[in-house]
């Protein structure tokens, strides 16, 4: 008679993940290397767009020991997040902001948020894009006085 199959318990001295660093988000390693480089990249377009955006990550749980990268100025401006087959950029406001360039893709039906789905190989428009960052940190700063 075959014993039945007992699973292991993990190790006591396991090494706990990393956590992703307050000053600069990253994503989580099973995001795949086309993630992980579209949100490098997103997040050197977005911080070269104003000198006083700052990073922070938020929302950390179980589901998501990485939390969320958020740039913001006087307010969050932005998010960035990775799902399996897109990586979104969801602007706060961007339903107030000019899109000249047409970025925004996904996010329509509510009356304040914006985003930018970001395909595998999709060619990201550096300039635009850095044009709506810093739309988005002149818009949040307006707001604050």
Known sequence: MAQPSVKKPAAKNATPAKKASAAKAKPPASSGEWRRETLA?????????????VETVKWRKPTNPNGVPVWARDGIICTGETYKTYVKLTFMYGAS??????????????????????????????KALKALAKAAAAFNVAKAK
């Not at 990249?41 to 955006?53: F, G, N, W």
């Not at 899109?99 to 190989?121: H, K, M, S, V, Y």
């Open 41 to 53: 990249k997103l997040r050197a377009i977005i911080l070269s767009a104003d000198p006083q955006i």
């Open 97 to 126: 902001l000019d899109d000249p360039a047409n970025l925004f893709n996904a996010g329509f039906g509510g009356g304040t948020r914006r985003a930018i789905d970001f395909q595998e190989g999709d060619k990201i428009n550096d």
